[in-house]
């Protein structure tokens, strides 16, 4: 007959324990970034440049709206919960007026609001959204002349991906 040894059932316990907190592995929620000079302006005939230097996608705009593109990788039935934007713009003649969110060709959220000067923001999206075909953020922006030449500047763009 055998006898009961309470080290090895401690020992026992504690590898099952061990594997079992080891194999689901940690969360799956990670910011994703692109760098600003990954960017495309929608009407580069609206622009003077486009320049893509080490710190971003700079350039200045003539009179009007136009629309700066970025898209992000994602995986298939991953989802967003935030978004980040670092940018600046010359002030008040040079707006980022709307911020578009696409998932493939569907638009699941538009964001209003008037930002000009510099920015780093996070935006929350109220809620996860799951995207199946890649996530697209668009910039609306606005120029105007009046005060000088309006300049715009995108450092880089992020997502919290889950």
């Not at 055998?2 to 799956?28: M, Q």
């Not at 994602?74 to 002030?91: P, Y």
């Not at 959220?109 to 929350?124: N, Q, V």
Request: some cysteine.
């Amino acid at each position: 007959m055998k006898t009961y040894c309470p080290i090895r059932l401690l020992l026992f316990t504690c590898l099952i324990l061990g594997i079992t907190l080891a194999l689901p592995g940690p969360a799956d929620a990670r910011w994703y970034w692109i760098h600003g000079h990954s960017g495309h302006v929608q009407d580069e005939s609206l622009i003077y440049g486009p320049s893509r230097f080490g710190w971003g996608l700079d350039f200045y705009h003539r009179h009007g709206v136009n629309w700066v593109h970025f898209t992000l990788p994602t995986q298939g039935n991953k989802g967003v919960r935030s978004i980040r934007l670092k940018f600046e713009t010359s002030g008040n003649n040079a707006h980022v007026q709307r911020i578009d969110l696409y998932d493939g060709n569907i638009k699941f959220m538009e964001i209003p609001g008037s930002r000009w000067g510099a920015h780093d923001i996070e935006l929350d999206l109220g809620r996860r959204w799951t995207l199946y075909r890649g996530l697209g953020i668009s910039i609306g922006i606005f120029g105007s002349e009046i005060e000088g030449t309006p300049w715009f500047n995108f450092i880089s763009v992020g997502a919290n991906i889950q």
